[in-house]
């Protein structure tokens, strides 16, 4: 009797093993480490030899109103946005910046160039460079420095005032996107996901073409306030 009861009870252990669901695997998007621990192209300077050869106007061709003097890039406002000639897809950019009091503008990626396209902000997503402590208009934490402007919030904000020089990393890997202020990681997203896609349908870029695609051409913008940045410089990761 004994042995027929173990006999059955290993039977009935055996078939319920072969009745139970595999494991579910779930799909992590890279962390922190993974990104930092891809390979690295070499470093390309944006501005080098003080020239803006990397550059064009956005949907136009010769740059106007922007300059390079002694490394660094500037405009006074209203000179319209500048685009890199060449597009890019896995890479680390790295800036630094500064504006004035009340000032704003800001960094894209993935910017897709067309004449349909009239703005760049119509499918690039922002980094947000604005002043959070003297903008002239009551800002939500979606639209403060370091936001992937008006649809995610940084997690913190390291900002330096107005006048003084911030530091901006944006690390990109297979869609998924780091924002760096002053060497403090403060948000992250990846393109295509769910909670993006529902973060972008409650913003004001919810009717347009934006952040569909997660390859495309730097772009600086002119908010009508003077700006300027030094250092710009990309590489490739894979």
């Given at each position: 009797?004994?042995?027929?009861?173990?006999?059955?009870?290993?039977?009935?252990?055996?078939?319920?093993?072969?009745?139970?669901?595999?494991?579910?695997?779930?799909?992590?998007?890279?962390?922190?480490?993974?990104?930092?621990?891809?390979?690295?192209?070499?470093?390309?300077?944006?501005l080098a030899k003080n020239s803006l050869d990397a550059w064009h106007q956005y949907n136009g061709s010769a740059?106007?109103?922007?300059?390079?003097?002694?490394?660094?890039?500037?405009?006074?406002?209203?000179?319209?946005?500048?685009?890199?000639?060449?597009?890019?897809?896995?890479?680390?950019?790295?800036?630094?910046?500064?504006?004035?009091?009340?000032?704003?503008?800001?960094?894209?990626?993935?910017?897709?160039?067309?004449?349909?396209?009239?703005?760049?902000?119509?499918?690039?997503?922002?980094?947000?460079?604005?002043?959070?402590?003297?903008?002239?208009?009551?800002?939500?934490?979606?639209?403060?420095?370091?936001?992937?402007?008006?649809?995610?919030?940084?997690?913190?904000?390291?900002?330096?005032?107005?006048?003084?020089?911030?530091?901006?990393?944006?690390?990109?890997?297979?869609?998924?996107?780091?924002?760096?202020?002053?060497?403090?990681?403060?948000?992250?997203?990846?393109?295509?996901?769910?909670?993006?896609?529902?973060?972008?349908?409650?913003?004001?870029?919810?009717?347009?073409?934006?952040?569909?695609?997660?390859?495309?051409?730097?772009?600086?913008q002119d908010h009508g306030d003077p700006v300027y940045f030094k250092n710009i410089k990309i590489r490739e990761?894979?």
């Amino acid at each position: 009797m004994t042995n027929s009861i173990l006999i059955s009870s290993s039977i009935f252990a055996l078939l319920f093993v072969g009745l139970q669901k595999p494991p579910q695997v779930e799909h992590v998007p890279p962390t922190t480490q993974h990104i930092q621990s891809v390979k690295k192209g070499p470093w390309i300077d944006l501005l080098a030899k003080n020239s803006l050869d990397a550059w064009h106007q956005y949907n136009g061709s010769a740059i106007k109103g922007w300059k390079v003097e002694s490394g660094m890039l500037s405009t006074t406002g209203k000179n319209g946005d500048i685009v890199t000639n060449q597009e890019f897809e896995n890479f680390e950019l790295e800036m630094e910046w500064k504006i004035e009091k009340s000032g704003n503008s800001g960094i894209f990626i993935y910017v897709v160039e067309h004449p349909d396209n009239k703005y760049m902000y119509q499918t690039g997503p922002e980094f947000q460079i604005i002043d959070n402590e003297n903008y002239p208009q009551k800002l939500t934490e979606q639209q403060k420095t370091g936001s992937m402007s008006d649809v995610i919030a940084p997690n913190l904000s390291p900002l330096k005032p107005a006048g003084q020089w911030n530091k901006t990393r944006i690390v990109s890997k297979d869609g998924n996107v780091q924002h760096w202020l002053n060497k403090k990681l403060i948000l992250t997203y990846q393109i295509g996901s769910t909670a993006l896609k529902e973060q972008i349908a409650k913003s004001k870029f919810a009717a347009l073409p934006y952040a569909k695609v997660a390859k495309g051409k730097i772009g600086i913008q002119d908010h009508g306030d003077p700006v300027y940045f030094k250092n710009i410089k990309i590489r490739e990761i894979n």
